[in-house]
């Protein structure tokens, strides 16, 4: 069984401020991970996934995340905000079985 | 290439009022799954199929058929609408691959009556 934790439904930053999101999860077997962003009113677009190949996964739009096993996290950081970061953003996990398990959703809002 | 093409995009129903949901890719995916989105609690798996023919459930697949009869397409029957079931509907593709990101369609967003 695999689940994944998001740690806070909400999170505002100011426009050029560092911008966390907090993903924790749990697999029997070594995850694969991803993070999915989601604008208002469309689908999820994938921002960045780990697959085992490297600790540190860079993604689109200048986001990146850090596998850490010891932690069970996988937590998206971006260093400086921008306006157009204004979104909902999932962790999500999955294992040897193909489906998907995602977290609740963080939604960022952006301060001028 | 159109991706992952849900239809329609709205859609509102009368409680007891059956339909079906649409879902068609053009990636040549042999995996794709329906989930469904509520406020606070992500989205979760509907039903899913592992290629044409095969199909299995999810995590809340009572009120829920589907089939898949092609690679294309896998449709979402809704047998008696309820009220429990307003929600956004999202269709997802991707490879046999668990180390594969999943495709989204944009979504059907449904109320029930």
């Known amino acids: 069984a695999q689940s994944v934790t998001q740690l806070g439904s909400h999170v505002s930053v100011s426009e050029g401020a560092l911008v966390l999101l907090r993903c924790n999860y749990s697999?029997?077997?070594?995850?694969?991970l991803f993070w999915y962003v989601q604008y208002p009113n469309q689908g999820l677009q994938l921002l960045l996934k780990?697959?085992?190949?490297?600790?540190l996964v860079k993604g689109i739009n200048g986001f990146e995340a850090e596998f850490k096993k010891s932690e069970t996290s996988f937590h998206l950081t971006k260093p400086s905000a921008h306006m157009s970061d204004a979104a909902e953003y999932f962790c999500?996990?999955?294992?040897?079985?193909?489906?998907?398990?995602f977290g609740a959703g963080t939604t960022v809002t952006v301060r001028a | 290439n159109a991706g992952v093409t849900q239809t329609p995009k709205f859609q509102v129903l009368k409680t007891g009022q059956s339909m079906t949901l649409q879902c068609a890719q053009d990636?040549?995916?042999?995996?794709m799954s329906w989930y469904r989105q509520d406020p606070g609690m992500g989205l979760r798996l509907i039903h899913y199929?592992?290629?044409?023919?095969?199909?299995d459930q999810g995590e809340v697949p009572n009120g829920y058929n589907v089939s898949r009869s092609t690679t294309e397409d896998f449709p979402l029957r809704l047998l008696s609408a309820a009220p429990s079931q307003t929600s956004v509907y999202f269709c997802?593709?991707?490879?046999?691959?668990?180390?594969?990101?999943?495709?989204f369609g944009d979504g059907t967003r449904l109320s029930i009556l």
């Open positions: 997802a593709s991707s490879p046999l691959s668990s180390n594969q990101p999943q495709h």
């Open positions: 697999s029997s077997v070594p995850p694969y």
């Open positions: 780990y697959t085992s190949a490297a600790t």
């Open positions: 999500a996990v999955s294992s040897n079985d193909y489906k998907l398990s």
């Open positions: 990636m040549n995916h042999e995996y």
């Open positions: 199929s592992v290629g044409a023919g095969i199909t």
